[in-house]
Protein backbone atom coordinates (compact mmCIF):
# COMPACT_ATOMS: atom_id res chain seq x y z
CA UNK A 1 0.00 0.00 0.00
CA UNK A 2 1.54 3.15 -1.06
CA UNK A 3 -0.63 5.27 0.93
CA UNK A 4 -2.16 7.16 -2.15
CA UNK A 5 -5.89 6.53 -3.02
CA UNK A 6 -7.50 6.76 -6.48
CA UNK A 7 -10.84 6.90 -6.70
CA UNK A 8 -12.65 5.39 -8.76
CA UNK A 9 -10.49 2.25 -9.50
CA UNK A 10 -12.91 1.44 -12.62
CA UNK A 11 -14.94 3.68 -15.06
CA UNK A 12 -17.21 3.21 -18.13
CA UNK A 13 -18.78 6.23 -19.95
CA UNK A 14 -20.09 7.38 -23.31
CA UNK A 15 -17.94 9.35 -25.89
CA UNK A 16 -18.76 13.34 -24.92
CA UNK A 17 -19.42 12.70 -21.69
CA UNK A 18 -16.98 14.45 -18.39
CA UNK A 19 -15.60 12.71 -15.54
CA UNK A 20 -13.40 13.48 -12.66
CA UNK A 21 -10.92 11.51 -10.65
CA UNK A 22 -9.39 11.85 -7.81
CA UNK A 23 -6.70 11.35 -5.73
CA UNK A 24 -5.44 11.56 -2.15
CA UNK A 25 -1.73 11.61 -1.64
CA UNK A 26 0.01 10.04 1.05
CA UNK A 27 0.02 11.97 4.69
CA UNK A 28 2.20 15.13 4.80
CA UNK A 29 3.18 14.86 0.80
CA UNK A 30 2.45 18.21 -0.93
CA UNK A 31 2.89 17.20 -4.30
CA UNK A 32 0.51 15.25 -6.68
CA UNK A 33 1.27 14.17 -10.21
CA UNK A 34 -1.09 12.81 -12.93
CA UNK A 35 0.24 10.01 -15.07
CA UNK A 36 -1.65 8.67 -18.36
CA UNK A 37 -0.86 5.23 -19.20
CA UNK A 38 -2.12 4.04 -22.51
CA UNK A 39 -2.66 0.64 -23.97
CA UNK A 40 1.43 -0.57 -24.96
CA UNK A 41 2.59 2.86 -24.13
CA UNK A 42 4.55 4.65 -20.58
CA UNK A 43 3.21 6.67 -18.59
CA UNK A 44 3.11 10.14 -20.02
CA UNK A 45 2.98 13.21 -17.34
CA UNK A 46 -0.48 15.22 -17.88
CA UNK A 47 0.13 17.86 -14.49
CA UNK A 48 2.12 18.60 -11.32
CA UNK A 49 0.59 20.34 -8.18
CA UNK A 50 2.35 21.37 -5.08
CA UNK A 51 0.56 22.70 -1.66
CA UNK A 52 -2.50 24.10 -4.16
CA UNK A 53 -0.66 25.60 -7.47
CA UNK A 54 0.09 24.03 -10.63
CA UNK A 55 3.87 23.75 -10.88
CA UNK A 56 4.27 21.73 -13.80
CA UNK A 57 2.44 20.90 -17.20
CA UNK A 58 3.42 18.05 -19.63
CA UNK A 59 1.09 16.59 -22.97
CA UNK A 60 -2.51 17.70 -20.96
CA UNK A 61 -5.34 18.20 -23.70
CA UNK A 62 -7.09 21.31 -23.39
CA UNK A 63 -10.42 19.37 -22.28
CA UNK A 64 -8.58 18.06 -19.10
CA UNK A 65 -8.05 20.06 -16.44
CA UNK A 66 -7.04 19.17 -12.67
CA UNK A 67 -6.68 21.04 -9.45
CA UNK A 68 -5.31 21.00 -5.62
CA UNK A 69 -7.72 21.31 -2.66
CA UNK A 70 -6.59 22.70 0.68
CA UNK A 71 -6.85 19.26 1.86
CA UNK A 72 -3.97 18.31 -0.89
CA UNK A 73 -6.68 15.89 -2.57
CA UNK A 74 -6.61 16.73 -6.32
CA UNK A 75 -9.02 16.14 -9.33
CA UNK A 76 -8.50 15.45 -12.94
CA UNK A 77 -11.75 16.55 -14.95
CA UNK A 78 -12.04 14.66 -18.42
CA UNK A 79 -14.40 16.19 -20.74
CA UNK A 80 -15.88 15.68 -24.07
CA UNK A 81 -14.30 12.25 -23.64
CA UNK A 82 -13.08 10.10 -26.87
CA UNK A 83 -12.69 6.73 -27.61
CA UNK A 84 -8.65 7.77 -27.32
CA UNK A 85 -9.11 9.27 -23.64
CA UNK A 86 -9.30 5.10 -22.73
CA UNK A 87 -6.26 4.90 -20.79
CA UNK A 88 -5.09 4.05 -17.23
CA UNK A 89 -4.50 7.45 -14.87
CA UNK A 90 -2.33 7.13 -12.27
CA UNK A 91 -1.63 9.93 -9.08
CA UNK A 92 1.39 10.04 -7.44
CA UNK A 93 2.93 12.22 -4.42
CA UNK A 94 6.28 13.11 -3.79
CA UNK A 95 7.80 12.70 -0.08
CA UNK A 96 8.13 16.47 0.94
CA UNK A 97 11.50 18.05 2.38
CA UNK A 98 13.70 15.80 0.07
CA UNK A 99 15.24 16.73 -3.16
CA UNK A 100 13.56 15.82 -5.81
CA UNK A 101 15.58 12.45 -6.97
CA UNK A 102 12.36 10.68 -9.18
CA UNK A 103 11.20 8.57 -6.34
CA UNK A 104 7.21 8.65 -6.44
CA UNK A 105 4.64 6.92 -5.00
CA UNK A 106 1.78 5.81 -7.13
CA UNK A 107 -1.69 5.10 -6.37
CA UNK A 108 -3.68 2.04 -8.21
CA UNK A 109 -4.74 4.06 -10.99
CA UNK A 110 -7.94 4.77 -11.99
CA UNK A 111 -9.22 2.80 -15.37
CA UNK A 112 -11.27 4.70 -17.68
CA UNK A 113 -13.18 2.52 -20.42
CA UNK A 114 -14.62 5.59 -23.14
CA UNK A 115 -17.64 3.59 -25.46
CA UNK B 1 8.94 12.35 -28.69
CA UNK B 2 10.15 9.51 -26.64
CA UNK B 3 12.94 10.53 -24.49
CA UNK B 4 13.35 7.05 -22.69
CA UNK B 5 13.12 4.01 -24.81
CA UNK B 6 12.52 0.36 -24.05
CA UNK B 7 13.04 -1.03 -27.22
CA UNK B 8 12.23 -4.89 -25.56
CA UNK B 9 8.63 -5.35 -24.54
CA UNK B 10 9.31 -8.73 -22.84
CA UNK B 11 11.80 -10.54 -21.25
CA UNK B 12 11.63 -13.94 -20.40
CA UNK B 13 14.42 -15.98 -17.80
CA UNK B 14 14.76 -18.97 -16.14
CA UNK B 15 14.52 -18.65 -11.92
CA UNK B 16 17.73 -18.40 -10.49
CA UNK B 17 19.57 -16.83 -13.77
CA UNK B 18 20.24 -13.44 -14.26
CA UNK B 19 17.91 -11.22 -15.96
CA UNK B 20 18.89 -7.84 -18.03
CA UNK B 21 16.11 -5.12 -18.67
CA UNK B 22 17.76 -2.58 -21.06
CA UNK B 23 16.64 0.93 -21.41
CA UNK B 24 18.50 3.73 -24.02
CA UNK B 25 17.47 7.84 -23.27
CA UNK B 26 18.14 10.68 -25.97
CA UNK B 27 18.60 13.87 -23.47
CA UNK B 28 21.94 14.56 -21.80
CA UNK B 29 20.32 16.90 -19.22
CA UNK B 30 18.56 13.85 -17.36
CA UNK B 31 20.09 13.67 -14.09
CA UNK B 32 18.45 10.74 -12.49
CA UNK B 33 17.23 7.65 -13.26
CA UNK B 34 14.88 5.32 -12.34
CA UNK B 35 13.46 1.27 -12.55
CA UNK B 36 9.96 1.29 -11.04
CA UNK B 37 8.47 -2.39 -11.18
CA UNK B 38 4.51 -2.35 -11.69
CA UNK B 39 2.15 -5.96 -11.10
CA UNK B 40 -1.28 -6.21 -12.35
CA UNK B 41 -3.60 -4.07 -11.03
CA UNK B 42 -1.42 -2.00 -9.06
CA UNK B 43 0.60 1.30 -9.51
CA UNK B 44 4.27 0.98 -10.42
CA UNK B 45 6.73 1.24 -7.26
CA UNK B 46 10.27 2.55 -6.85
CA UNK B 47 12.53 0.23 -7.11
CA UNK B 48 15.93 1.61 -7.42
CA UNK B 49 17.80 5.22 -9.10
CA UNK B 50 21.31 6.07 -9.86
CA UNK B 51 22.22 9.36 -10.21
CA UNK B 52 24.07 10.62 -13.06
CA UNK B 53 27.47 10.68 -11.37
CA UNK B 54 27.32 6.97 -10.94
CA UNK B 55 27.80 4.30 -13.04
CA UNK B 56 26.69 1.97 -10.87
CA UNK B 57 24.18 1.15 -7.87
CA UNK B 58 23.45 -2.06 -6.17
CA UNK B 59 20.55 -2.91 -3.63
CA UNK B 60 20.36 -6.53 -2.79
CA UNK B 61 19.30 -8.60 -5.91
CA UNK B 62 19.23 -5.22 -7.81
CA UNK B 63 21.76 -3.27 -9.42
CA UNK B 64 21.79 -0.69 -11.93
CA UNK B 65 24.54 0.20 -14.50
CA UNK B 66 24.29 3.70 -16.36
CA UNK B 67 26.95 4.32 -19.55
CA UNK B 68 26.57 7.79 -20.09
CA UNK B 69 28.70 7.88 -23.03
CA UNK B 70 25.80 5.67 -24.92
CA UNK B 71 22.92 6.90 -23.50
CA UNK B 72 22.00 3.46 -21.93
CA UNK B 73 20.98 1.82 -18.73
CA UNK B 74 20.69 -1.58 -17.43
CA UNK B 75 18.89 -3.21 -15.15
CA UNK B 76 20.45 -6.46 -13.47
CA UNK B 77 18.43 -8.86 -11.42
CA UNK B 78 20.39 -11.47 -10.07
CA UNK B 79 18.77 -14.37 -9.28
CA UNK B 80 15.67 -13.82 -10.98
CA UNK B 81 12.85 -15.04 -8.85
CA UNK B 82 9.31 -15.56 -9.77
CA UNK B 83 8.03 -12.84 -7.65
CA UNK B 84 10.24 -10.71 -9.92
CA UNK B 85 7.15 -11.34 -12.95
CA UNK B 86 6.43 -7.92 -13.54
CA UNK B 87 6.46 -5.22 -16.33
CA UNK B 88 9.43 -2.92 -15.06
CA UNK B 89 9.67 0.97 -16.39
CA UNK B 90 12.74 2.72 -16.82
CA UNK B 91 12.42 6.44 -16.06
CA UNK B 92 14.35 9.82 -16.28
CA UNK B 93 14.38 13.31 -14.18
CA UNK B 94 16.03 16.43 -15.85
CA UNK B 95 17.34 18.17 -12.94
CA UNK B 96 15.37 21.17 -12.27
CA UNK B 97 12.57 19.73 -13.73
CA UNK B 98 9.30 18.04 -12.11
CA UNK B 99 8.42 15.52 -13.89
CA UNK B 100 9.31 12.09 -14.60
CA UNK B 101 10.01 10.37 -18.21
CA UNK B 102 9.02 6.71 -18.45
CA UNK B 103 9.59 4.17 -21.07
CA UNK B 104 7.05 1.81 -22.12
CA UNK B 105 7.66 -0.76 -19.99
CA UNK B 106 9.35 -4.75 -20.32
CA UNK B 107 7.28 -7.56 -19.26
CA UNK B 108 9.73 -9.95 -17.73
CA UNK B 109 8.60 -13.31 -16.78
CA UNK B 110 10.31 -15.64 -14.59
CA UNK B 111 10.04 -19.33 -15.28
CA UNK B 112 10.03 -21.49 -12.05
Known amino acids: DSGVTQTPKHLITATGQRVTLRCSPR?????VYWYQQSLDQGLQFLIQYYNGEERAKGNILERFSAQQFPDLHSELNLSSLELGDSALYFC??????????????FGEGSRLTVL | DQQVKQNSPSLSVQEGRISILNCDYTNSMFDYFLWYKKYPAEGPTFLISISSIKDKNEDGRFTVFLNKSAKHLSLHIVPSQPGDSAVYFCAALKAGANNLFFGTGTRLTVIP
Open chain 1, 92 to 105: ASRPSGLANTGELF
Open chain 1, 27 to 31: SGDLS
